[in-house]
């Protein structure tokens, strides 16, 4: 399985960024999905995750009323809509995946089986 993340880049404050996560393999519907991101000297955090029902979806406090996330199973396709953004918001972000079952939506990157590359997002104030 590989991930493939794209759509970073540089972004003034309150500007609109969409990150969208490829992920190789046939079993994409059995996945939830994550995405992850980690400032420079930080650990890595959970953003937002999704599970395999498109209702069954997780926000960090921070993410919460600014960041959507959602999945389309036929393009095997995850996607980070991340509007108001905000300085703190800059960081390399990470989409993980992992097989689960129906009702499980993790929030730790321990859980997570695959990793992306990761994609630079910066936002200047």
């Known amino acids: 399985v590989q991930l493939q993340a794209s759509g970073g880049g540089l972004v003034q404050a309150g500007g609109s960024l969409r990150l969208s996560c490829v992920v190789s393999?046939?079993?994409?519907?059995?996945?939830?999905l994550g995405w992850f991101r980690q400032a420079a000297g930080k650990e890595r955090e959970i953003v937002t995750a999704?599970?395999?029902?498109?209702?069954?979806?997780y926000h960090a406090d921070s993410a919460k009323g600014r960041f959507t996330v959602s999945r389309d199973n036929d393009k095997k396709t995850v996607y980070l809509q991340m509007n108001s953004l905000e300085p703190e918001d800059t960081a390399v972000y990470y989409c993980?995946?992992?097989?689960?079952?129906?009702?499980?939506?993790?929030?730790?990157?321990?859980?997570?089986?695959?990793w992306g590359q990761g994609t630079q997002v910066t936002v200047s104030s």
């Open positions: 999704i599970g395999r029902r498109s209702s069954d979806t």
């Open positions: 993980a995946a992992r097989e689960v079952i129906m009702t499980h939506t993790p929030t730790t990157p321990y859980e997570y089986t695959h």
């Open positions: 393999g046939r079993t994409f519907s059995r996945y939830a």
